[in-house]
């Protein structure tokens, strides 16, 4: 599935902190990949925000045992927290 540049942008700064997972775990997405099923150009989209896949989203969280919030939901919370304030 496509996604807007305003979503890809959000997803791709929240993969951030899956990539931060994946070097403290010592994990190469080859790894991760070998862990969920998924390809590596799909967990690669779906980390860098190109694709939009929530059921990828919550294996990766499972795989890295990680809360689906923790890894996909924070830059919302924050740009939500962010409008409040303007």
Not at 29 to 34: E, K, N
Not at 64 to 77: G, M, T, V, Y
Request: proline share 1%.
């Amino acid at each position: 599935m496509q996604v807007d540049s305003d979503t890809r942008l959000q997803e791709a700064t929240m993969g951030k902190e899956v990539k931060k997972i994946l070097i403290d775990k010592g994990l190469s997405i080859a790894d991760l990949a070998r862990i969920t099923g998924f390809t590596r150009g799909h967990l690669s989209g779906v980390i860098n925000g190109r694709y939009k896949s929530e059921r990828a989203q919550k294996v990766i969280a499972l795989a890295l045992r990680k809360d689906f919030s923790e890894l996909w939901a924070p830059e919302q919370e924050s740009q939500d927290a962010s409008a409040e304030h303007n």
